[in-house]
């Protein structure tokens, strides 16, 4: 049984806007996809939640549906954009977008967490709770930390929409350094 990362749903946020560590309500579908996805996701023993409202409201969802225990893992959330928190992208100066582009895993020029920085909590905390039927409800950059793993740093450009999953095997996570 493989280990399943689940991006939450739908935020109840304008499209174009950068939001990592703020948290959003989630959007009017909530209750439809929050029942689809327990209804469609694979029988798992446990749930790790981020501690933002948008995971944990939808881990609790599907640990309550499926009488499973929850847990939760600060070290779940998504990146700190420090001052692009809440802004449009596109009122971003191009130049600290440049900055980001020229060295995306180190830099940052929001003043936030970098990439790395990321990349090192997300996988401490998915090597922590790999083990087999664990569902992690989480952020598209956690998940994409976890695809670094197997694509290396094309991870940084894949996308996986609201409400979806993927699968890993929990060695994957155990074996990385």
């Known amino acids: 049984m493989a280990m399943i990362l689940l991006r939450h749903t739908r935020p109840d946020m304008a499209p174009g806007i950068c939001y990592g560590r703020s948290d959003p309500d989630l959007a009017p579908c909530f209750a439809d996809a929050a029942q689809t996805l327990v209804d469609t996701l694979p029988d798992v023993l446990r749930v790790v939640s981020s ?43 191009r130049a600290q977008l440049d900055a980001w582009a020229g060295d995306v895993l180190h830099a940052r020029p929001h003043g936030g967490e970098s990439v790395a920085a990321l990349r090192v909590r997300a996988l401490a905390a998915l090597r922590d709770h790999a083990a087999p039927a664990t569902l992690v409800v989480t952020h598209h950059g956690v998940i994409k930390c976890a695809r670094s793993l197997i694509m290396g740093d094309g991870a940084w450009q894949s996308d996986l929409p609201f409400g979806q999953w993927i699968t890993f095997s929990a060695q994957v996570f155990t074996d990385a350094t």
């Open 51 to 93: 501690p933002l409202m948008r995971c944990l409201r939808l881990a609790r969802h599907v640990a309550d549906a499926r009488a499973i225990p929850l847990s939760v893992d600060p070290r779940l959330s998504e990146m700190d954009f420090g001052t692009w928190e809440g802004q449009p992208w596109n009122d971003i100066p």
